[in-house]
């Protein structure tokens, strides 16, 4: 059995000269080589092995045949450990009963599950691959695909570099990758070959998905509570990246957004554990890629606007030239290639690399004794309450019962009603769920009523810069008549959600 620990990063095309660039500049003996592979890999007819989150693989490397079983293992962002166990073998077809029992699930009937399974995709690529062994003892393989995955008449490309320890420092990878980001477009790739592979043979696409609670156990610690809402806001980051590359889909943007929000509610609600400069520059270049991506709000306000041809505005006299301005707005933005390039870039690899690293090397244990202990043993329960009172109490005194808000003042608090949303994000699940999802619905609606309200911001704009003529003052109370329903309603929601008891005490 080895434990592997590997690094995948996506190649936007072929990179094999870089690669042997990099290879070379390393102070490390190289042995380097080429070869074609083909891998098939197996299932049951019900996924039976994705469920128990194992893979199986059969690889062929011209006379060599070699089955492969990956079982559960660790994701973070890019990096890869899981348990895996390789057997030669003398045909294509599987042998599981060759591989140790201790490693199938306790009901688990190896000879019907032998029956069961079947071929389901195939990876055919070709792999260059450097052997690189470091003066002080570390190695390294370090590799680069190019091919496809096949199933049913389907396929999808593979250009990716993998790193993979064989010896050494985890650090020697990260170090790799980072040269690696400094030299060519990648990005870390959170999906496996056979992810990819289970998605094309089921015929099924990467989706926008609403962020949600991070599932906790009353156990945790707030160390554990911590590295598991990191991971979560990073898998949620990284999957959105990978949606909004294959599907063009800018909602995906906006789901990125709220997992950066997500780690800097997460490194604010922990403060007291942490101080350190590492962490002040992953912040800070957190904040950069959230002001990069700061015009999603106006790119899907406009895509609402001109949605049906501008549906949402056609009685107002200048329908036709409004909807020729906001589609030159539109223009302006930035678009699909300049995005690519963003993700793709030294700037962002470089800013998941150092979360990875944060969550892998995990510097905080460095600390004094006396703050880790605590860290370390003190349930999250214990201090969840607090963490949801102390922003509760922030929503009280600046939405206070008793006042009428309006445009200006639900603009002005849409950053706290965001914040207090997202540390229910990091702690929610402890408390019960159908309690916490009622007294969440109405601050939702707020905040869906919010961005309504800035629905209506690029015509705003337009009459601002003067684009549009409104002598008559038509389109300005057409505005006024939309922003008063909508503020009549989010009223309403407030005043309820107000008196409702927190679903924490």
């Not at 009963?97 to 389901?120: G, M, S, T």
């Not at 889909?249 to 990125?256: G, S």
């Not at 608090?413 to 229910?424: A, D």
């Amino acid at each position: 059995m080895e434990n592997e620990i590997e690094i995948k990063l996506i190649a936007s095309g072929d990179i094999e000269d870089i690669l042997n660039i990099i290879s070379k500049k390393q102070e490390v003996k190289l042995v380097s080589q080429s070869f074609d592979l083909e891998n098939i890999y197996f299932d049951t007819a019900d996924n039976t092995l994705r469920e128990w989150d194992m893979g199986l693989r059969i690889r062929v490397n011209d006379q060599h045949i070699e089955q492969t079983i990956k079982t559960a293992g660790e994701v973070i962002g890019g990096l890869h450990q899981r348990p895996e166990y390789n057997i030669d073998i003398e045909s294509k077809t599987p042998q599981l009963n060759r591989f140790p029992q201790q490693i199938w699930p306790q009901h688990c009937n190896v000879e019907a599950l032998q029956d069961q399974i079947k071929p389901l995709f195939a990876t055919d690529f070709s792999r260059k691959g450097f052997m690189m062994i470091y003066p002080e003892g570390s190695v390294v393989e370090m590799v680069f695909d190019q091919g496809s995955i096949h199933s049913n008449g389907r396929s999808v490309e593979i250009c990716e570099v993998e790193l993979e320890l064989i010896k050494g420092k985890p650090e020697v990878i990260f170090d790799l990758a980072e040269s690696l980001a400094k030299s060519s477009p990648l990005r870390f790739g959170n999906d496996s070959k056979a992810a990819r592979g289970y998605r094309l043979a089921q015929g099924a696409q990467l989706k926008v998905k609403e962020l949600v609670a991070v599932t906790l156990k009353e156990t945790d610690s707030l160390e554990d509570a911590y590295i598991k809402t990191l991971n979560h806001a990073l898998s949620h980051w990284q999957h959105h990246i990978e949606v909004f590359m294959l599907e063009h889909d800018f909602r995906a943007l906006k789901q990125v957004r709220s997992a950066l929000q997500l780690i800097i509610k997460a490194n604010e609600v922990y403060r007291d554990y942490f101080e350190s400069d590492e962490l002040k520059v992953l912040t800070k270049s957190i904040f950069w890629l959230m002001e990069t991506l700061s015009f999603i709000d106006e790119s899907l306000r406009i895509d609402k606007l001109v949605d049906n041809k501008g549906q949402r505005f056609k009685k107002l006299e200048q329908h036709k030239k409004i909807l020729h301005l906001l589609n030159l707005q539109k223009d302006s933005l930035p678009t699909v290639e300049h995005l690519k390039i963003l993700f793709n870039s030294e700037q962002h690899t470089l800013l998941v690399a150092s979360l990875i690293k944060w969550l892998y090397f995990k510097p905080w244990q460095q600390q004094g004794p006396q703050s880790l202990d605590k860290f370390q043993q003190t349930q999250v329960k214990v201090h969840a309450r607090r963490f949801l009172a102390q922003d509760w109490e922030l929503v009280h005194k600046t939405l206070p019962y008793d006042s009428h808000l309006g445009y200006q003042d639900y603009l002005a608090q849409r950053f706290n009603l965001q914040q207090n949303l997202q540390v229910g994000f990091c702690v929610g699940e402890l408390f019960e769920a159908q309690a916490r999802e009622r007294f969440r619905a109405p601050w939702l609606d707020i905040g869906v009523g919010i961005d309504e309200l800035l629905q209506f911001e690029p015509i705003k704009q337009l009459l601002r810069d003067d684009l549009l003529e409104d002598d008559d003052g038509c389109i300005k109370r057409w505005l006024i008549n939309k922003e008063s329903s909508l503020i009549h309603a989010m009223e309403q929601s407030r005043k309820a959600a107000l008196k409702m008891m927190p679903y924490w005490d």
